[in-house]
């Protein structure tokens, strides 16, 4: 079993910058990615990464403005977000699966955080 514990979320204006992080309790070959959930909106991929490759994937809503990076152990992914806009206003899901296959946004993840929240302010 695999806890995943997240942080870094809070409130901040149109334009600012908040970092998510994700602590794995062990290395995971295969996938780390976010997602985030708005009220009243389906889940949707924001950003991933392949642990062994390091290769990283976004929505197209975020590219470009968020940046997904591991840490030299490669068990904490990071989500830089930058210029955030009020509709990157969402809870964050940090989530994480074994294995290669399937695009990672369709994956279905072994592992999910708590979740964070995420305020974009107008």
């Known amino acids: 079993q695999v806890q995943l514990v997240e942080s870094g979320g809070g409130s901040v204006q149109a334009g600012g910058s908040l970092r998510l992080s994700c602590a794995a309790s062990k290395f995971i070959s295969g996938v780390m990615g976010w997602f985030r959930q708005a009220p009243g909106k389906e889940r949707e991929g924001v950003a991933a990464?392949?642990?062994?490759?390091?290769?990283?994937f976004y929505a197209d809503s975020v590219k470009g403005r968020f940046t997904i990076s591991l840490d030299n152990a490669r068990r904490t992914a990071y989500l830089q977000m930058d210029n955030l806009k009020f509709e990157d206003s969402a809870m964050y899901y940090c989530?994480?699966?074994?294995?290669?296959?399937?695009?990672?946004?369709?994956?279905?993840?072994?592992?999910w955080g708590q979740g964070t929240q995420v305020t974009v302010s107008s």
């Open positions: 989530a994480a699966t074994s294995g290669y296959g399937d695009p990672p946004f369709r994956r279905n993840y072994e592992y």
């Open positions: 990464i392949y642990t062994d490759f390091v290769t990283t």
